[in-house]
């Protein structure tokens, strides 16, 4: 399941980039992940993103994808018609194993 978020960028809109885990995630119910939250995104002063899942932390990396997506909208005003919402260039990839937080 593709996860898409908007990264800030140094230009007056952000960019849009596709989260990639490496693994999998689970939850102790069985319900989907389709709407719900799932942890938060960071960035460092250095721009390195920095994912917290639960009690978990990772670090990632910022890599241009090597064929953009189309991230698509669908209207169904008057039949069914996509507008391309913007185009996706990049990916943040953790690939590492999760780190867990511990606090004193």
Same mark, same amino acid.
């Given at each position: =399941?593709?996860?898409?978020?908007?990264?800030?960028?140094?230009?007056? !809109?952000?960019?849009?980039?596709?989260?990639?885990?490496?693994?999998?995630?689970?939850?102790?119910?069985?319900?989907?992940?389709?709407?719900?939250?799932?942890?938060?995104?960071?960035? #460092?002063? !250095?721009?390195?993103?920095?994912?917290?899942?639960?009690?978990?932390?990772?670090?990632? +990396?910022? =890599?241009? =994808?090597? +064929?953009?997506?189309?991230?698509?909208?669908?209207? #169904?005003?008057?039949?069914?018609?996509?507008?391309?919402? #913007?185009?996706?260039?990049?990916?943040?990839?953790?690939? #590492?194993?999760?780190?867990?937080?511990? !606090?004193?």
């Amino acid at each position: =399941m593709p996860i898409f978020v908007k990264v800030p960028s140094e230009g007056l !809109s952000p960019d849009w980039a596709i989260v990639e885990l490496q693994g999998d995630l689970k939850s102790h119910s069985q319900s989907p992940f389709d709407g719900q939250f799932i942890g938060d995104l960071h960035f #460092t002063k !250095s721009g390195t993103p920095v994912l917290i899942i639960g009690h978990h932390l990772m670090f990632g +990396k910022e =890599m241009k =994808m090597e +064929k953009p997506l189309a991230l698509l909208e669908k209207k #169904t005003d008057t039949g069914v018609a996509y507008h391309i919402k #913007t185009i996706i260039t990049k990916k943040l990839i953790f690939k #590492t194993r999760p780190k867990p937080i511990v !606090s004193n």
